[in-house]
């Protein structure tokens, strides 16, 4: 019998993680549908990411793109200038050290959206999803803004110095 469970976001989906990782998928198609659903692609991507960190955040920047990613969107309303900036900051020489990898990673995940019976619905699914991700990230929200800044600032010294501490 296969597992009807994701084993790193919760999820309730026929075939574990790889029905997780369709979904994520069936779910990415939307985006490319309807602009609308488009909107969120960017936050729906972050949150599943850092709910996924194994084979999504692999590295210190991967991790760091998708945490950033996420705080740019629950905090910041997902302005497409500190996407840009966090994205140029962390193809260049960033040097940072990737944070722990937690264990609770949210009470929400990607199986919410599939309830959703309209472009309106999935994005205040998809906006429920990361605040509930964001805030299991509660210990690294300070790293996050330190590396959105870094970023904004284009300050290579401030990149430097930016250290997971929790």
């Known amino acids: 019998m296969a597992d009807n469970k994701c084993p790193d976001c919760g999820a309730q989906v026929a075939g574990g993680r790889a029905g997780?990782?369709?979904?994520?998928?069936?779910?990415?198609?939307?985006?490319?549908?309807?602009?609308?659903?488009?909107?969120?692609?960017?936050?729906?991507?972050?949150?599943?990411?850092?709910?996924?960190?194994e084979p999504y955040c692999h590295s210190a920047k991967s991790y760091a793109a998708h945490l950033t990613g996420l705080c740019c969107g629950v905090e910041r309303g997902g302005?497409?200038?500190?996407?840009?900036?966090?994205?140029?900051?962390?193809?260049?020489?960033?040097?940072?050290?990737?944070?722990?990898?937690?264990?609770?990673?949210?009470?929400?995940?990607?199986?919410?959206?599939?309830?959703?019976s309209s472009a309106e619905e999935h994005i205040k699914l998809a906006h429920d999803w990361a605040e509930s991700v964001?805030?299991?990230?509660?210990?690294?929200?300070?790293?996050?803004r330190q590396w959105v800044n870094a970023a904004l600032s284009g300050n290579s010294r401030t990149r430097s110095k930016q250290r997971a501490t929790k």
């Not at 994520?24 to 850092?50: K, N, P, Q, W």
């Not at 900051?89 to 995940?109: C, D, H, M, T, Y």
């Not at 964001?134 to 996050?144: G, I, K, P, R, T």
């Open 79 to 116: 302005d497409p200038t500190i996407h840009q900036a966090t994205q140029q900051w962390l193809n260049g020489r960033a040097s940072i050290e990737k944070p722990k990898v937690l264990n609770f990673r949210g009470q929400i995940n990607i199986a919410a959206l599939r309830v959703a």
């Open 20 to 53: 997780c990782q369709a979904l994520f998928e069936e779910v990415g198609l939307r985006a490319y549908g309807d602009a609308r659903y488009g909107s969120v692609h960017r936050l729906v991507v972050d949150a599943y990411c850092m709910q996924h960190p």
């Open 134 to 144: 964001w805030e299991a990230y509660s210990s690294q929200h300070e790293l996050a």
